[in-house]
């Protein structure tokens, strides 16, 4: 077995679809009575049959994620670098058919950037890019994590998927984390979905999270874009990678994020809906599978939601986000990824959190434990 | 009273910081605790600021002292790193050395911590390792300069109290340094039968953290620590764990 890729091929989407939808309340209720749950057990709880059973999920999602993670929330903010992008995607603000302005923060911006961010308090700091080789590559990002590094305790990377020797040559320079996306694991549709640009790979998408792992990376964020296809479906497949990926790569940390699609200028409709109450069957079962997984939320939900599922099993939350390079501070009208739908700012979001009776952590990572 | 290096100790209780909703009410858990020793984790010490939010402005008592821990580092150069800036930032040069390169369970490398404890007690530190309860390890750091062992009872965070039993008593009959029982205590019941065994200590953290009462929980956690220490001392009574034979097997001797 040498990547991800080898496990994929020997599962067929229609028919994993169909066994999702063919669970009963009987598979649910083994699910939730098992000591350690498996893929199957996985599958009945994002289930159709699994519906009912929502207030159970929630009470035991809630009791697994204070046993490993406690009363305690970590914030963190994107900072988008760029948003320069030579892939055509059907769902995203940057895609190359966009045709908008484009801009890539310079070391100048970017350092006014982070001082906007360092005003909000932020500690834990996620870098944001599209995907444009010429400008925004290996070189541009070990020049910003050389300049953001002494500013931040932590740093995420969300850009472009990279070889190995890339991920290699950027953990020196205080690269923590690094999230990738595989938007869709329906392979015909994700073609329909990214029809121009090196993002129009499915299998070298497919087979990032390998390279992380073989790079040593400490952190790994999985997760697909809700609404381009049946995301029961997706979220098995997100489950199926996740757990082949602890087992090989068990050195390393992982995070799930559960993004639904978001208007953008010109943009595509969801495909497929998904309600608040499944996002919350969703994020219940990923932690009732997966006790130890980090669950992370963007400002892309609504204030209501984002109240309410902090003490649901997520462990991570976004605040005050812009979703546009220079948005902080240098340039706040530039073209953006998408709308945000909680504009409260990080200091509300943070008492919103304590009235909940959690405590915001601003800082749970120093650069110099990892040489 | 408890010793450890040249420190002495009238709470045999030690407490974690993490997973408290607030730190103020870590601040009155931790008081109410009677704890003299209290691990904080490197990673989540701001350094930089002097925000009086920050963790360590609740933990200024003259009767608390800190252990920083190496949570976090993955091998044995990445701890002895941060103990060094633990000492430089904390003042101390004591250090919970914990060393998991696995994040899922945080199970603890025993080759890595050797090496550690081995370099850091050159360098005058008094290492506590976080180790798992393995009588022989516990052996071979004594030999490298260890100023305690924690062996844990249960997985980490998991409150399944002493799974580890039999290799806990094997462990504390035959050190020459304090055993501190860390890791996996999910009630006052197994500090107290932790102490009964004589464990030197225990460490909790979660299971007060996560409680329904926090402060409420440190006090219970105190008192079974009190007691099972006491109980220790006063020497429990073997339990019989066989009838009397009515015919017994060697009365054909009085024959």
Known sequence: ?371 | MLKIADKTFNSRLFTGTGKFSSSVLMEEALLASGSELVTVALKRVDFKSNDQDDLLTHLKYPHINLLPNTSGVRNAKEAVFAAQLAREALETNWIKLEIHPDPKYLMPDPIETLKATEGLAKMGFIVLPYIHADPVLCKRLEDAGTSAVMPLGSPIGSNKGLKTIDFLEIIISQSNVPVIVDAGIGSPSDAAWAMEIGANAVLVNTAIAVAGNPVQMAKAFKMAVEAGRMAYEAKLALPVMHAVASSPLTSFLDE
Request: glycine residues 4%; hydrophobic residues 35%.
């Open chain 1, 1 to 371: 077995m040498n990547n991800f890729t080898d496990i994929f091929k020997s599962f067929d989407w229609n028919e994993t679809k169909a066994s999702i939808y063919a669970k009963t309340s009987q598979d649910v209720e083994m699910a939730l009575s098992a000591k350690k749950r498996s893929l199957e057990d996985f599958k009945a709880l994002i289930s159709p049959a699994a519906a009912p059973y929502l207030e159970q999920m929630a009470l035991i999602s809630q009791q697994l994620t204070l046993k490993r993670f406690g009363k305690v929330i970590q914030m963190y903010v994107p900072l988008y670098l760029s948003n320069e992008c030579n892939n055509i995607c059907t769902y995203c603000g940057f895609s190359f058919d966009n045709k908008v302005k484009r801009k890539t923060l310079s070391p100048i911006e970017i350092m006014q950037e982070v001082a906007a961010i360092k005003d909000m308090g932020y500690e834990h700091i996620l870098l944001v890019t599209g995907e444009a080789n010429q400008t925004v590559h290996v070189d541009y990002f070990k020049k910003v994590l050389d300049l953001i590094r002494p500013h931040f305790a932590h740093i995420s990377m969300e850009v472009q998927p990279l070889d190995l020797e890339d991920y290699q040559q950027l953990t020196p320079y205080g690269l923590n984390t690094v999230l990738v996306y595989q938007e869709t694991y329906h392979q015909e549709d994700y073609k329909k979905h990214h029809p121009k640009g090196k993002k129009s790979n499915f299998e070298y998408r497919l087979e990032t999270p390998d390279r992380l792992g073989q790079a040593g990376i400490h952190k790994m964020g999985l997760g697909v874009l809700i609404g381009l296809e049946d995301w029961r479906t997706d979220s098995f497949f997100t489950a199926l990678h996740l757990n082949y990926l602890e087992k090989k790569y068990w050195q390393s940390k992982y995070s799930l994020s559960f993004p639904r699609l978001r208007p953008f200028s010109g943009g595509l409709e969801p495909k497929v809906e998904m309600n608040d109450r499944e996002l919350v069957q969703l994020i219940c079962a990923y932690r009732i599978f997966n006790e130890e997984v980090e669950l992370s939320i963007s400002t892309r939900e609504s204030p209501n939601f984002r109240n309410n599922i902090i003490r649901l099993g997520i462990t991570a939350i976004s605040a005050g986000s812009k979703t546009n390079p220079g948005g902080y501070a240098v340039e706040p009208e530039s073209l953006e990824q998408f709308e945000i739908s909680d504009e409260r700012s990080p200091q509300q979001i943070a008492r919103m959190i304590n009235a909940q009776g959690y405590e915001p952590v601003w800082k749970d990572w120093d650069n110099s434990l990892a040489l």
